[in-house]
C-alpha cells in the first residue's frame, strides 16, 4: 500500500529558479529515499537520508527530513530544464523486509 | 556498477498468452528483488518480494497465480504475467537489492518493461 504523500502533485518553473518538493509518510521508518523518473524510463536514485539525519546534500540537491512530523522536502537549487521529471519519496520502513514505499510523485517541468 | 537489467524493455502480446519478463544484476549478487507495477501518471506499486531459493512474498492485492515471481538465482528474477488481459497492462519494474554488501540500503533499479496486452 502507498503511504506516501507528495505535494505538490505538479510544480512548473523557470529555468533557474529553484523547486521543492514535500513528501509525508505515516509510519516509523529506516530511511527515506529520493527518486527521480524521467518519462516512461526506469527510476534514478537520487539521495537517501537516514532516520537520525535532519537535512543532506548532493550537488543541487539539498534534502531535510523531519521525523517527528513525518516529512521531508527535496530542494532542487538552480534547476535546469534537464531536472524536468516526476520525483518520488521512498521510504523503508523497520523490520529489515527491504521493501520500499513510494510515495505519489511530483511531476516538476522546468521551462527554458 | 549497481546494474540492473530487465528483459524485454516492452513487449505487445494477445490477451489470453503469458508473458515472462527478466530481471538481473549484473555486477553483484541480488539476495532479495522487488517487482513494481506503475501505471500511467501513477507511482510504483509493490507486488512482490522474492529472495533467492524461496518463494516470492505478494502484496495485498496481488494475484499469486496470476504473476507468478521465480529468483532461482542470485542474479536473474522473472516474473511471468500468466493469461494476460488489456488490464494487465502496464510498466513493470523490477529493483535488487544486496542485504551482505555495503550498499545494503539501497535498492537498484531496472529500466522497467512496458506491457501492452492487446
Known amino acids: 500500500s502507498q503511504q506516501g504523500e507528495e505535494d505538490p502533485q505538479a510544480l512548473s518553473i523557470q529555468e533557474g529558479e529553484n523547486a521543492t518538493m514535500n513528501c509525508s509518510y505515516k509510519t516509523s521508518i529506516n530511511n527515506l529515499q529520493w527518486y527521480r523518473q524521467n518519462s516512461g524510463r526506469g527510476l534514478v536514485h537520487l539521495i537517501l537520508?537516514?532516520?537520525?539525519?535532519r537535512e543532506k546534500h548532493s550537488g543541487r540537491l539539498r534534502v531535510t527530513l523531519d521525523t517527528s512530523k513525518k516529512s521531508s522536502s527535496l530542494l532542487i537549487t538552480a534547476s535546469r530544464a534537464a531536472d524536468t521529471a516526476s520525483y518520488f519519496c521512498?521510504?523503508?520502513?523497520?523490520?529489515?523486509?527491504?521493501?520500499?514505499?513510494f510515495g505519489q510523485g511530483t511531476t516538476l517541468q522546468v521551462k527554458p | 556498477g549497481a546494474v540492473v537489467s530487465q528483459h524485454p524493455s516492452w513487449v505487445i502480446c494477445k490477451s489470453g498468452t503469458s508473458v515472462k519478463i527478466e530481471c538481473r544484476s549484473l555486477?553483484?549478487?541480488?539476495?532479495?528483488m522487488f517487482w513494481y507495477r506503475q501505471f500511467p501518471k501513477q507511482s510504483l506499486m509493490l507486488m512482490a518480494t522474492?529472495?533467492?531459493?524461496?518463494?516470492?512474498?505478494?502484496e495485498q492485492g496481488v494475484e499469486k497465480d496470476k504473476f507468478l515471481i521465480n529468483h532461482a538465482s542470485l542474479t536473474l528474477s522473472t516474473l511471468t504475467v500468466t493469461s494476460a488481459h488489456p488490464e494487465d497492462s502496464s510498466f513493470y519494474i523490477c529493483s535488487a537489492r544486496d542485504f551482505g554488501g555495503k550498499n545494503y540500503n539501497e535498492q537498484f533499479f531496472g529500466p522497467g518493461t512496458r506491457l501492452t496486452v492487446l
Open positions: 521512498a521510504t523503508d520502513s523497520p523490520g529489515n523486509t527491504g521493501k520500499l514505499i
Open positions: 555486477d553483484f549478487q541480488a539476495t532479495t
Open positions: 537520508i537516514r532516520s537520525n539525519e
Open positions: 522474492s529472495n533467492e531459493g524461496s518463494k516470492a512474498t505478494y
